[in-house]
């Protein structure tokens, strides 16, 4: 990681996060150094543990860390470079997240206006600091964190269009001829409207997690702790089902089990699996897939609202966690009217 000054932006810093003139940039501060050890014992994680260290958050990290090589020349405090406490020391921290709130570290343009991303932006900053530090083993005084806010989302009117579109696509077929991929998408979209899951926590879920009796259905889920690595201990949460759903996953799991069958060597324990046509038939469904599939049911939605003449805002959306944050508001609203 360079270490090498660079021009200051022609705008002023803000006064909270005034420069400390330099009178020479060393070609090599010992905080960089420390920090970008501290980054390759990310890097080794990633590689061989990606539930602890994702490919996302091992990008954010770098990110915040070339923010900071940036951000030093330019002056954060008198002692910043000497170590990675001291680049991490609350007067530091506080010129570096001005700095970048400001946009003063950005290496590319923007257009992006909107407040709610720089609040993101900087709680991703925060995490990733206070990782930082965890590993290293230095103090840090996290500062305040922007409030979290959901993004203005979409009418819960989507979601019945969803659901109806799923039932119209299965009724084209009897119940044993339907095909595997219809059978498991009304079960996951049950989940879905049930539990709210995001697509990490619904490619993670496991056949043990489900429970089906005769008179109730239960998931556990595994919810992903939100903001990367912050010593959060994943724990499961025990999710009632509807009548309708619990009898929707019935039905896949009895298609699962032909699907398992044709497999060759182990038996995945995976909920959901891929189905034909896709040429690997039985193996654990990735996110990415569960993506492109409901992205697939979207669009298709949006084919019948453009005939129909539905205007531009009220198509679907096509990203599963935007209806996922529909639902969610939709939820709170309910709530928060009956509390």
């Not at 020479?24 to 080794?44: H, I, K, M, N, Q």
């Not at 903001?227 to 994943?234: A, F, Q, W, Y």
Request: net charge negative; aromatic share 6%.
């Amino acid at each position: 990681m360079s270490t090498i000054a660079r021009p200051a932006p022609a705008r002023t810093c803000p006064s909270s996060a005034q420069a400390v003139p330099l009178a020479s940039v060393p070609t090599y501060a010992p905080a960089v150094g420390a920090l970008e050890r501290v980054l390759d014992t990310f890097r080794t994680v990633n590689r061989t543990s990606k539930d602890i260290v994702s490919d996302a958050r091992l990008q954010q990290l770098e990110w915040v860390a070339a923010e900071l090589a940036i951000a030093l020349p330019l002056g954060l405090s008198e002692t910043a470079g000497e170590s990675l406490a001291d680049l991490l020391a609350p007067d530091a921290v506080t010129a570096y997240l001005a700095l970048a709130r400001g946009g003063f570290l950005r290496t590319m343009p923007t257009v992006d206006t909107d407040p709610s991303s720089f609040d993101a932006s900087q709680r991703i900053r925060i995490y990733c600091l206070e990782a930082f530090a965890r590993q290293a083993k230095v103090p840090f005084e996290a500062p305040d964190m922007p409030p979290m806010e959901l993004r203005p989302t979409c009418s819960p009117r989507f979601r019945d269009v969803i659901t109806e579109h799923l039932h119209e696509e299965a009724e084209k077929w009897p119940d044993a001829d339907r095909p595997d991929a219809i059978v498991r998408g009304l079960a996951m979209w049950g989940v879905m409207c049930d539990a709210l899951p995001r697509l990490g926590e619904l490619e993670g879920m496991l056949l043990p997690d489900l429970t089906l009796t005769e008179d109730s259905y239960r998931l556990a889920i595994i919810r992903q702790p939100q903001g990367g690595l912050r010593g959060k201990i994943p724990e499961p949460e025990l999710v009632a089902l509807s009548d309708e759903t619990g009898r929707r996953i019935g039905d896949w799991v009895e298609r699962r089990e032909n699907l398992i069958s044709r497999l060759q060597g182990g038996v995945p324990r995976h909920l959901w699996l891929s189905a034909f046509p896709h040429p690997d038939a039985g193996v654990p469904i990735l996110r990415r897939g569960i993506s492109k599939w409901y992205k697939k049911v979207a669009d298709a939605v949006q084919v019948k609202q453009d005939a129909a003449g539905v205007p531009a805002d009220g198509l679907v959306p096509t990203r599963w966690e935007t209806m996922r944050r529909t639902l969610l508001a939709e939820r709170q609203a309910l709530e928060s009217c009956t509390g």
